[in-house]
T-cell receptor, first 111, second 114 residues
Framework: DAGVTQSPTHLIKTRGQQVTLRCSPK?????VSWYQQALGQGPQFIFQ???????QRGNFPDRFSGHQFPNYSSELNVNALLLGDSALYLC??????????FGPGTRLTVT | AQSVSQHNHHVILSEAASLELGCNYS??????LFWYVQYPGQHLQLLLK??????LVKGIKGFEAEFIKSKFSFNLRKPSVQWSDTAEYFC????????????FGTGTQLKVEL
């Protein structure tokens, strides 16, 4: 039973560019949440997707957007990258509002 | 909005020493409480959780935590740590009835020396 998978593992981008991160939820899960973990900090909630719609959103600017596909996989898009967007981006999946399972993360470096 | 404070940012212990990591949260309503661990190079894993009932909860690998409602605390304990417990530990809070969005503390880096 595959857990939560994320791609790519690492990514380097330049300021001003756009990036797309991908997440496949654990088998049987239908809800995907995204978190940003800056260096030395705990994960911060970005948003959550269920039934292909954004259900909840944290305190992140509109440059952060997402999408959920009919197979429950999800993408996180960040436009106009800033140096401060450098972080580990975590995807977590769940069955509805049950316990979340986290993926290994995508390490984004913005130069 | 709720917030989580973890008092110890870095802890160094010798093997067999006892561990207690502090966690306090601020929220006036009912909460769900979690401790997650992140071993070097690995993803976040759930150590234990509290939803309701017995305030002393036991998790994996000999960890336990006690919810003290009057102190808004959920401290993590282990009687005897091992070198393999070296990791970063995160306390997290979810609001009951508010979905499963989690608010995390800043984490405690634990190093266990042989």
């Amino acid at each position: 039973d595959a857990g939560v998978t994320q791609s790519p593992t690492h990514l380097i981008k330049t300021r001003g560019q756009q990036v797309t991160l991908r997440c496949s939820p654990k088998s049987g899960h239908d809800t995907v949440s995204w978190y940003q973990q800056a260096l030395g900090q705990g994960p911060q909630f970005i948003f959550q997707y269920y039934e292909e719609e954004e259900r909840q959103r944290g305190n992140f600017p509109d440059r952060f957007s997402g999408h959920q596909f009919p197979n429950y996989s999800s993408e996180l898009n960040v436009n106009a990258l800033l140096l401060g967007d450098s972080a580990l981006y975590l995807c977590a999946s769940s069955l509805g509002q049950d316990l979340q399972y986290f993926g290994p993360g995508t390490r984004l470096t913005v130069t | 909005a709720q917030s989580v404070s973890q008092h110890n940012h870095h802890v160094i212990l010798s093997e067999a020493a006892s561990l207690e990591l502090g966690c306090n949260y601020s929220y006036g309503g009912t909460v769900n409480l979690f401790w997650y661990v992140q071993y070097p190079g690995q993803h976040l894993q759930l150590l234990l959780k509290y939803f309701s009932g017995d305030p002393l909860v036991k998790g994996i690998k000999g960890f336990e935590a006690e919810f003290i409602k009057s102190k808004f605390s959920f401290n993590l304990r282990k009687p005897s740590v091992q070198w393999s417990d070296t990791a970063e530990y995160f306390c997290a809070v979810g609001i009951t009835g508010g979905g499963n969005k989690l608010t995390f503390g800043t984490g405690t880096q634990l190093k266990v020396e042989l």
